[in-house]
C-alpha cells in the first residue's frame, strides 16, 4: 500500500496504541519504562529521502505461540534499498502493531534477535536465546518485535559472532544451497563466478574450499588486485582473474583449460549480469548449470542456443527466501547449524548505532547520512544497525 | 576428418571393395547383378557445391548381431544441411565400406528403411520389416546399408505412412518429449512456442492438443495468415498469432491473461531465438521452463535476472540426438510406438526421386539442383529422396 508522502507528518506525534491488550503480571523483562524505535518508512521510493525513525512503546505481552524479540544487529543489505525502492518483487506488510491505519513500513530482511518473552505453548525458545527470523521481509530495522514462534531459528549463542550471526540467513545460505541444490558436485570439481568479492562470493569460496572443490573467482579489475587476490586466496579461492582477462578469450579458455586439466567446469554462479556472463559460459562443461542471483549490472545475459541444445547447460536462478517460503523449521534449523559449522570467516563490517539519547529527527538524520554513504558504494564493507531503545 | 577436394577426382572410377567377405547362399534378396548409391561429400562446405553421387556394388551379408536395410525415404532436414556446412556439433563418421581410405562422407540423420538381410544372432527383426535408425548421424542418404541390430528401431507396418515413417526419428519425438520431460503438464494447462509451423511446431500443436493442453502459438506475419491460422487451428492449435502482435506488449500480456483466466503458462517453446523470445516470456508464470531448440534466426535469448530469481525461470535446450544416445532399446521402441499411436498429420511433403537409370553426374546434379531448391527456402514442404538402386 503506497500512501502520499504527505501522511508522513502524522508521525511525529505519539500515536497512543489503543490495540495493545492490558499488560500482565508475566510480562517481559523489558522496562515499561522504555520505548522502543522502529525505521520506518510510508511510500517507496528513495532510501535516503524516505527513511524516518519511529518511537513506539514497549510491547504488549507475546500472544500465544509468539515470542517477543529485541534485535541487537541488522545489516544494511543491497535488496533493502531495492524493497524501500519499490524495486523488489516482495514488499512488507504495513506494520500494524505500529500504525493500525496501515501507512506504516519497516524495512530489513536479516538480524540477529535475542528473544525477550514467550507466549504460551512456545516450548522450543527461551528467554535470552539468540534467533534470527527466517520470514522474508520481516522487519529487522527495529529495536523489538513480536514474532511468530513457527518464523524463528535458535542459533547456538556461544558458537557465532553477533556480526555473523546478524548476517547468517541470507548470504551464507545462498551461497551453500548453490553449491548443492543443481550440482552435484564431488571433490575436485572445478565451478566459475563472477561478483567473487561479494559477501555470496567470498561464503562461495569458502564452502567451496572445505569440500575440496576448485573455484575460478571473477572480479572487478583494480589497483590494489594483488591485494584482493591475496585475500580471496586466504579464504580458499583456487584461482583469482579480473574481467580484462574475459577479452582475450582465446588465452582464458585455454588457461581454464590449464587449470582443470580438461576436467569440465560444473557450475556458473552469476551476480553481476551483461556480455562477461556470455564469456564465461564458453568454458563450462556437458550438462553444467549457470545461476543467476543478482544483476549488479542490471543487465541481461544473453544465451546462444548452441550450448543450451548442445551442452545441455541449464540456466536458472537462486532466491534465498524462495527457498526459506518452501523449506520447513527441520530444514531452516538444519541449514542455519550447518553454515554454523562451517565457521566463516566473519563479514568486514561497521556498527551504526541510533543512539537512544536521539530524538526520531536526529536519529532519522543520521539514518539517511548512512544509507547515502552506502549508496555512494565507498563503504567497502557491510554496515550493521544497532537500534537502541529510545530514552524516556 | 576433412579431405581436400581435389580427393573428390578419384571416385570416379568405380572402386572394388577388396574387403568384403565372400558372399554365402543365404545372402539377401537383393540381386548381385544390381549396385547402391549414396549421397556423398569428401569435406565440408556448401551443400549445393559439395555433394556428389557414388555408385557401390551389393552389400556384404551381414556380420552377427547386424542387418542389411534399404532406404525406402529419406529427408533433407536443416540440420542435415548444417552438418555438410560444418556448422553441427557432430559430425559422420567416414564411411570406410565405401571408401577404406575414409575419405567419404554420407549424410541424412533420418529415413525409412526395410529390412532385407538378417546376421546371425538377430532375433527381433525379419527380411521385410520396417524400420528406423536411432543412431545419429547413421548417413541415411544412401539405397542400402548395413547395420548394427541395437541402433535399430522396427516399426509396426501397416500402421503408419512411409512419409511419416522416413520423418518420425527427429520431429515428433522432439515435440513429445519436451511437452513431457521438463513439465508435469496436465489437461487444461498453457503453453507458448514460436516457430508454431515448422515441422516439430506443427506436432506441438497436436499432441499437445491430444492431451488437452492449451497452445498459443506465434508464426511470422504473412500475406495468407488467416489461412495459416485456419490450418493450425484445424490441428489443434488453441490460439494463433504473430510476432508483430508482441510489439504491443501490454495488450499481448493482458490479451495471453484473458485466455487462460489468469492461469500460468507453465512451458515455453523456442526454435527461433532474438529479441521477440524476451517478450513472449512475460506471460511465463512461476517455475516455467523455456526450452530452445532451434535458432531459426541465429540470434542469442536475453534473459533478465528478475525471472530467474523471482520467477523461478529455467531455461534449458532439447536435442533428440542426445535423447537416443541416453537411452536404451526399449525406451525407443516405445517412443516409436507412442508417436505412432498419436497419429499425427503426415507431414507436406514432396519425393524426389534418384532414378536408377542416371549416371553418377547426372544424379549429382539432380542433388545439388534439389538441395538449391531447399536452401532459396521456398519449397514450403519437407523432401525426401527416394534412392533408386542404380541400374546395371
Redesign the interface.
Known amino acids: 500500500m503506497i500512501r502520499s508522502w504527505r501522511n508522513l507528518s502524522t508521525l511525529a506525534a505519539f500515536r497512543p496504541c489503543a490495540q495493545y491488550p492490558a499488560r500482565s503480571a508475566s510480562f517481559s523483562t523489558s522496562s515499561a519504562a522504555r520505548a522502543n524505535r522502529a525505521i520506518v518508512y510510508t511510500q517507496v521510493g528513495h532510501p535516503a529521502i524516505n527513511l524516518r525513525t519511529y518511537t513506539f512503546p514497549t510491547l504488549p505481552l507475546p500472544s500465544p505461540g509468539s515470542v517477543n524479540i529485541r534485535y541487537r544487529l541488522s545489516p544494511i543489505n543491497p535488496s533493502d534499498l531495492n524493497v524501500i525502492e519499490g524495486a523488489y518483487?516482495v514488499q512488507p506488510d504495513p506494520d500494524m502493531l505500529l500504525s493500525p491505519d496501515g501507512d506504516l513500513f519497516v524495512p530489513g530482511n536479516e538480524g540477529l534477535a535475542e528473544v525477550t518473552a514467550v507466549g504460551d505453548g512456545v516450548q522450543s525458545l527461551s528467554v535470552g536465546d539468540w534467533i534470527v527470523v527466517a520470514k522474508q521481509q520481516s522487519g529487522t530495522w527495529v529495536s523489538a518485535r513480536t514474532v511468530r514462534a513457527e518464523d524463528v531459528v535458535k542459533l547456538p549463542k556461544g558458537d557465532v559472532s553477533e556480526a555473523s550471526a546478524a548476517t547468517i540467513t541470507v548470504n551464507p545460505p545462498t551461497a551453500y544451497n548453490m553449491l548443492r541444490e543443481f550440482v552435484d558436485l564431488k571433490e575436485g570439481d572445478w565451478i566459475i563466478q563472477n561478483g567473487a568479492n561479494s559477501a555470496v562470493g567470498q561464503a562461495v569460496i569458502q564452502i567451496a574450499a572445505r569440500r575440496g572443490i576448485n573455484t575460478i573467482n571473477l572480479v572487478r579489475n583494480r589497483d590494489d588486485f594483488e591485494e584482493l587476490e591475496k585475500r580471496l586466496k586466504a579464504l580458499g579461492a583456487t584461482h583469482v582473474l579480473t574481467y580484462d582477462d574475459l577479452v582475450a578469450r582465446r588465452q582464458f579458455s585455454k588457461q581454464v583449460k590449464e587449470w582443470t586439466e580438461g576436467a569440465p567446469v560444473r557450475l556458473m554462479l552469476n551476480c553481476i549480469?551483461g556480455e562477461n556472463v556470455?564469456k564465461m559460459m564458453k568454458v563450462l562443461g556437458l550438462d553444467a548449470h549457470l545461476v543467476?542471483?543478482?544483476?549488479m549490472a542490471r543487465e541481461?545475459?544473453?544465451?546462444?542456443?548452441?550450448?543450451?541444445?548442445?551442452?545441455?547447460?541449464?540456466?536458472?536462478?537462486?532466491?534465498q527466501s524462495?527457498w526459506y517460503e518452501t523449506h520447513g523449521r527441520k530444514d531452516r534449523e538444519e541449514l542455519m547449524r550447518a553454515i554454523i559449522n562451517l565457521r566463516l570467516k566473519e563479514p568486514d563490517h561497521e556498527i551504526v548505532t541510533i543512539p537512544g539519547g536521539l530524538d526520531d529527527e536526529e536519529a532519522g538524520q543520521l539514518v539517511r547520512a548512512t544509507i547515502r554513504r552506502v549508496s555512494e558504494g565507498t563503504v567497502g564493507k557491510k554496515i550493521l544497525w544497532r537500534i537502541e531503545e529510545p530514552a524516556d
Chains 1, 2 share one sequence.
Do not use: H, Q
Open positions: 518483487p549480469g556470455t543467476t542471483y543478482g544483476a541481461p545475459i544473453s544465451i546462444p542456443a548452441s550450448p543450451l541444445i548442445f551442452k545441455g547447460l541449464v540456466v536458472r536462478g537462486f532466491w524462495r
